[in-house]
């Protein structure tokens, strides 16, 4: 039932920045985490920032103190921002959203949105 669209990905110049947006819709009764995952071609699916239900920050070595994940409870909606881009930051990023209950009878399961291309120039 729940849905996740990304947003704001494009071309960046390397240095530049870039906020990238995941809204959620449908109903989440609750969920243990939502954030941001990137795969580049001929590479694996890597974490790169997750928020909490409690608002806990976990990011990957490769981003932090570049990227920031953030939420708007009341949009349902998670950002992330990006500054000081590299070209290897160029990747499809992937939302997610973990441990997610639409309703209270609802078993937990973890959603992915489509993904949106990032691309940065050198």
């Known amino acids: 039932q729940v849905q996740l669209v990304e947003s704001g990905g494009g071309l960046a110049q390397a240095g530049g920045s870039l906020r990238l947006s995941c809204a959620a819709s449908g109903s989440i009764f609750s969920f243990g985490s939502m954030g941001w995952y990137r795969q580049a071609p001929g590479n694996q699916r890597e974490l790169v920032a997750t928020?909490?239900?409690?608002?806990?920050?976990n990011y990957a070595d490769s981003v932090k103190g570049r990227f920031t994940v953030s939420r708007d409870n009341a949009k349902n909606t998670v950002y992330l921002q990006m500054s000081s881009l590299k070209p290897e930051d160029a990747a499809v990023y992937y939302c997610?959203?973990?441990?997610?209950?639409?309703?209270?009878?609802?078993?937990?399961?973890?959603?992915w949105g489509q993904g949106t291309q990032v691309t940065v120039s050198s």
């Open positions: 928020i909490t239900s409690g608002g806990s920050l």
């Open positions: 997610n959203a973990a441990g997610v209950r639409s309703n209270p009878w609802s078993p937990y399961r973890d959603y």
